[in-house]
């Protein structure tokens, strides 16, 4: 059973750095492209960023330069690093995992950023 897990969310200074991760499980994560969304409430799931099975990345730009995607294939586990956060960076966000026409998703991780 592929199951994917996030973590790291949670409530952050404006400014705040916090990272976070999707670790996969049932499945040899390396093979697949991996990315990170995000939803407020109401509104559509939107990409934040990617990466491919080959580790080419891409962003949104409302994250660029401030995020950065990264996978480490041997602990089947991809990362969301996130800097200079802002309260309209305050979302739901989810890990997915794609290949070919099979996708999975994690349950999600909230990230509130409030003083």
């Known amino acids: 059973q592929v199951q994917l897990v996030e973590s790291g969310g949670g409530l952050v200074q404006p400014g705040g750095s916090p990272r976070l991760s999707c670790v996969a499980s049932?499945?040899?994560?390396?093979?697949?492209?991996m990315a990170w969304y995000r939803q407020a409430p109401g509104n559509q799931r939107e990409l934040v960023a990617s990466i491919t099975s080959g580790g080419s990345t891409n962003y949104a730009d409302s994250v660029k330069g401030r995020f950065t995607i990264s996978r480490d294939n041997a602990k089947n586990t991809v990362y969301l690093q996130m800097n200079s956060l802002q309260p309209e960076d305050s979302r739901v966000y989810y890990c997915?995992?794609?290949?070919?026409?099979?996708?999975?998703w994690g349950q999600g991780t909230q990230v509130t950023v409030s003083s």
């Open positions: 049932g499945v040899i994560s390396r093979i697949y492209d």
């Open positions: 997915k995992m794609s290949r070919f026409s099979l996708q999975y």
